[in-house]
């Protein structure tokens, strides 16, 4: 298993962090507190709303698991990700929690040997299998965490939570964030009297925090996906509101979009991603067999040169290492405003997220 010091990751990253009062306050009140990695995402207001979201989640609204579980979640999606920005958070929020330095590492080693139920274990090795899409979990994986005790709901919240994760890696890795401040401290520090005070403070403070998803219009785009979790409403929201911010944010084209939609959904063997992509395309007036050059050669002379350009940096990025990301990245941004890399970022993450949650869909 990785273990976070063994991550390769760039040592500079690939955008400046941008201040805002406005966005600081906006974080502050809705999580208790402003990590640093939103700077990086300010220039492009939804990207960052929607960081947002996937903090307040975990903290205050996961319903179906225990309160800790998500910090575990954290771990291991970092873990199999290899982001060292996302590893070393959830390992400091552990640490908050009251585990200790080898209790997280036993983790690290083996999901047996830290005191877990089972239905703890199979959903952690669930996550894992999710987070790793290789092979593609099944309906069988599914009817093993029914088998282990839990229950509908349960098993919704944690795909929806492995999944919803997909958007914030798909900045954390390609831009190389740095690990917040917390994540760089010696273990000595760790022995100072007043850190169980830190720690009170911190989960006082993110209990605080008033996030919830706006009341919005049912949308019409991906509603299979969002109506697939109607059991889960603060998710349901959430997710919509993601999807409308991408969809309408106009640094890149709609056709542009759903060309993005169509290739990670293809790339991540999710025929249902892709299909709903194909429809959309269809809508930004391509033809079927225009939309199948492309899916098949990655080629038609409709497209032109920058969506040619996105689309396979979009597949190239899926399936690199992390430091491997970054460099794609770093060449692929050349030329670009920080918000059309942020807008790309964005649009690959949702397409990830819901290829991962359509698990729940297939048979």
């Known amino acids: 298993m990785n273990s976070v010091n063994s991550i390769e990751w760039s040592s500079h990253c690939l955008l400046q962090p941008m201040k805002s009062k406005s966005l600081d306050e906006e974080v502050k009140r809705s999580l208790g507190f402003v990590p640093k990695m939103f700077a990086y995402l300010y220039p492009l207001p939804w990207t960052a709303r929607g960081v947002m979201a996937i903090y307040a989640f975990v903290n205050r609204h996961i319903q179906h698991w225990p309160s800790d579980f998500g910090p575990l979640m954290n771990l291991v999606i970092a873990q199999e990700n290899s982001c060292r920005y996302c590893y070393g958070s959830a390992r400091i929020y552990l640490k908050f929690l009251g585990y200790k330095e080898a209790e997280i590492r036993k983790l690290e080693h083996s999901l047996y040997s830290v005191d877990l139920s089972d239905p703890e274990k199979a959903g952690l090795l669930f996550v894992r299998k999710l987070t790793r899409l290789n092979p593609r979990p099944k309906k069988s994986d599914l009817s093993a965490l029914y088998a282990a005790g839990l229950t509908q709901a349960a098993v919704e919240e944690l795909v929806f939570y492995c999944s919803i994760n997909s958007f914030l890696k798909r900045f954390t890795i390609p831009l190389a964030v740095p690990p917040e401040d917390f994540d760089t401290m010696d273990a000595s520090r760790w022995k ?10 911190v989960k006082k403070s ?15 785009i991906f509603s299979p996906f969002t109506e697939r979790i109607a059991s889960l409403p603060t998710a349901q929201r959430m997710l919509q509101e ?23 959904g293809k790339t991540l063997e999710c025929p249902l991603t892709e299909q709903e992509a194909k429809r959309l395309l269809l809508a930004e007036g391509m033809d079927s067999l225009q939309i199948e050059a492309v899916m098949t050669y990655l080629h038609a002379p409709v497209l032109h040169a920058e969506e040619l350009s996105t689309i396979r940096f979009a597949i190239d990025l899926l399936k690199a290492p992390p430091i491997r990301a970054q460099a794609l990245t770093r060449e692929f941004s050349v030329g670009l405003e920080p918000e059309t890399l942020l807008e790309t970022l964005g649009t690959i993450g949702l397409a990830s997220c819901l290829s991962k949650l359509s698990v729940l869909m297939e048979d």
């Open 192 to 201: 100072n009297p007043f850190i169980p005070v830190i720690s009170f403070l």
């Open 206 to 220: 993110v209990s605080k925090g008033n996030w919830s998803p706006e009341s919005t219009t049912e949308i019409t």
């Open 242 to 264: 993601m999807i409308r911010n991408c969809w309408d944010s106009p640094h890149l084209t709609k056709r542009t979009k759903a060309l993005l939609f169509a290739v990670v």
